[in-house]
DNA sequence: CAACATTTGTTCGTATGTATC
DNA sequence: CGATACATACGAACAAATGTT
């Protein structure tokens, strides 16, 4: 089981799990980990990776969503928003 | 001459208990007790550890906040601050 | 159609911390 | 030193929609 490359939650942190989490999956985000409108890994998957409670990483996707970085698709899975700032390939 | 660092409250002390805390916590900081970013132990923790008010602790909260020795976030605990001037290892 | 797995939506209970009175 | 309020986090369970076989 591979570590996450950004490393873990600090329980013990000034700023909140959740809040950390936000920052990680941004930042996995804005390196190109998973691709606009491609589904990022499900909350279960989250749970597992990162060893923190559900409502917890509802609570971090729910930040990014409201920073209009993801979008959730009921029983579909949450997505990269494509227009937040990729830069766009001159015609591959 | 201070306090002990790891002594106990003296109730019948010139110094005031809240002091004597600050003291004590103060000492056990630099020691390394608590890194730094990291938190103390909860206000409910240092009353039953110490025998004190949570008025008397949380004054003595109070007085190393005003020297720049620790930081609270709400909702969250207290913390070390970072840059208070943590002894550099002498090369390890 | 049925059965199953996956995924998000929702709610309840419990615990710990600080904030305030 | 109580009592209450709020924020945060964990755990568990169930519902609903979707996709697959």
Redesign the pocket.
Known sequence: MEPDPDGD?D?GAPL?????LAGILAARIRRGDWQPNR??P????LVQEY??????V??A?AVLVDQGVLF???????FVKPDSEQPSMPNA
Chains 1, 2 share one sequence.
């Open positions: 939650i329980h909140p799990p959740y809040r950390q589904a990022i499900s909350e279960a998957h060893g923190l409670a559900r409502a917890t509802r609570r996707i959730v698709v009921p029983q579909r899975g949450t």
